[in-house]
């Protein structure tokens, strides 16, 4: 996972200042995972993304890769901004993200797909993703990208596509022409609407909102994890799962 200092530092500021003020009541609390394994995930999915993609660069847009495997994966599911799934699903999942960071491109390739295919595709869980941007500073615009391409119907197939051509870390590669790449292929319509809209205030403040969000919730790095259903106290957060059938053995006990 990957930190900025200088949030750490404020975030760290501010958890101290709501302590002081009594704000330990928070609604939210750690979900009892009944497995000690589930705790070493995040190195799990790392090693996932050295042995499957140590060797790809990516973060070229006259070059994209897995165009027409992402359009299928979403294929037949609601889409509402960037929630995927039936509005009514008992389940909601919420991931925070960085487009940037390697090891949620390795969530979204490797353990997301074939729980969208099951549960999501099922309507039993819906998926929300939040940004989250410690990166650096594309991060944010590439974050708004991905809100754009939601106001399009195409904000799963975006993030997606982008994790599949994902380039190294702050190499400054996800710039306008990159962005609005990913945009065309996957088909958002109305390319000039979005390359403003992306721009928008609206757009880039709802990045910054969800980021700070992130961290009121005490989440320290990407891909953080929430989920909320039937048997949950709420809103609770989750130890990143290291497998698919983790993830989906943590939405039924949400059920």
């Keep these: 996972m990957s930190n900025k200092r200088e949030r750490e530092k404020r975030r760290e ?3 101290q200042a709501e302590s002081a003020a009594g704000g330990g009541e928070r609604r939210t609390r750690l979900l009892q995972m009944g497995a000690a394994a589930v705790f070493l995930a995040v190195v799990a999915v790392v090693v996932l993304i ?36 039936q509005p009514d699903a008992k389940v909601e999942l919420i991931e925070y993200g960085d487009l ?20 999501v595709r099922a309507g ?87 980021t700070e969000q992130a961290e009121t919730l005490g989440m320290t790095g990407t891909p953080s994890l929430a989920i909320e259903g039937p048997a949950t106290s709420g809103l609770e957060l989750l130890s990143s799962p290291s497998s698919s059938q983790g993830l989906e053995e943590l939405v039924e006990r949400a059920s």
Excluded: M
């Design 50 to 85: 050295v042995v499957n993609s140590g060797d790809s660069e990516g973060g070229d847009a006259s070059n994209l890769k897995d165009v027409g495997s992402v359009g299928k994966l979403f294929e037949g599911i609601p889409q509402n901004g960037l929630q995927l799934g």
């Design 13 to 15: 500021e501010r958890l």
């Design 124 to 210: 039993d869980l819906k998926v929300t993703f939040r940004n989250f941007t410690i990166i650096g500073p594309q991060s944010t615009p590439a974050g708004a990208a991905a809100l754009a391409a939601g106001e399009q119907g195409k904000g799963w197939e975006f993030l997606e596509l982008f994790y599949h051509n994902q380039g190294p870390e702050n190499a400054g590669y996800a710039d306008d022409q990159f962005l609005t790449a990913i945009a065309k292929a996957v088909g958002v319509e109305d390319i000039e609407k979005f390359d403003r809209e992306r721009k928008s205030d609206k757009l880039v403040e709802e990045v910054e909102r969800t």
């Design 100 to 119: 940037q960071c390697p090891v949620c491109k390795g969530f979204a390739e490797e353990i997301l797909p074939p729980v969208i295919e099951s549960q």
